[in-house]
T-cell receptor
Framework: SQQGEEDPQALSIQEGENATMNCSYK?????LQWYRQNSGRGLVHLIL?????REKHSGRLRVTLDTSKKSSSLLITASRAADTASYFC????????????FGPGTRLSVLP | EAGVAQSPRYKIIEKRQSVAFWCNPI?????LYWYQQILGQGPKLLIQ????????DSQLPKDRFSAERLKGVDSTLKIQPAKLEDSAVYLC????????????????FGAGTRLSVL
């Protein structure tokens, strides 16, 4: 069964707007990661948030984690055309899982 | 620091043929992963190595897929014989240490091999 699932599946915004995508997961975790994938390329790690953290920032990225709701959100502020990509959350397969499970992703299109 | 290297970038074969993919992880990374990514989906873990030992291969279709990591460095993934549904991008990733070791479990991905089975 799928551990993490992103929402929405697709998102289209204008350059300069903010983009928010969400990830819900099923079992308890000790950390959650977000990755970006540009078309035809491999995944790039964006940010890792631990279960004892509620919010984390990295440049224009803001990630929140609500362990009570088993959900996380990724906010990209002041989006740029270069942010067009698919975004995936990755969660351990179990609390101390030995591998990570990726959701189906959110496909973000930032229009100039 | 050199990234994860994969080859070839593209491969087109006919069904029932064999194919092999190669991956060279980042130097010093103990853990190596092979993922299958079907178009429009997230990556699905096929096999995970810790040095040259298999940690998880529960989702590897062992009747046709095989992988090895000799000497705990390079790895090859083989499909024999290929089926139409094997058409996908095969991603290799590596991480510095076992996922239980905190921040060391950030994965670094190669560009992938796009396989088309006709």
């Amino acid at each position: 069964s799928q551990q993490g699932e992103e929402d929405p599946q697709a998102l289209s915004i204008q350059e300069g707007e903010n983009a928010t995508m969400n990830c819900s997961y099923k079992t308890s975790i000790n950390n959650l990661q977000w990755y970006r994938q540009n078309s035809g390329r491999g995944l790039v790690h964006l940010i890792l948030i631990r279960s004892n953290e509620r919010e984390k920032h990295s440049g224009r990225l803001r990630v929140t984690l609500d362990t009570s709701k088993k959900s996380s959100s990724l906010l990209i502020t002041a989006s740029r055309a270069a942010d067009t990509a698919s975004y995936f959350c990755a969660t351990p397969s179990s609390l101390y899982g030995q591998n990570f499970v990726f959701g189906p992703g959110t496909r973000l299109s930032v229009l100039p | 620091e050199a990234g994860v290297a994969q080859s070839p970038r593209y491969k087109i074969i006919e069904k029932r043929q064999s194919v092999a993919f190669w991956c060279n992880p980042i130097s010093g990374h103990a853990t190596l992963y092979w993922y299958q990514q079907i178009l429009g989906q997230g990556p699905k873990l096929l096999i995970q190595f810790q040095n040259n030992g298999v940690v998880d291969d529960s989702q590897l279709p062992k009747d046709r897929f095989s992988a090895e990591r000799l000497k705990g460095v390079d790895s090859t993934l083989k499909i024999q014989p290929a089926k139409l549904e094997d058409s996908a991008v095969y991603l290799c990733a590596s991480s510095l240490d076992h996922p239980r070791q905190g921040t060391k479990n950030i994965q670094y991905f190669g560009a992938g091999t796009r396989l088309s089975v006709l």
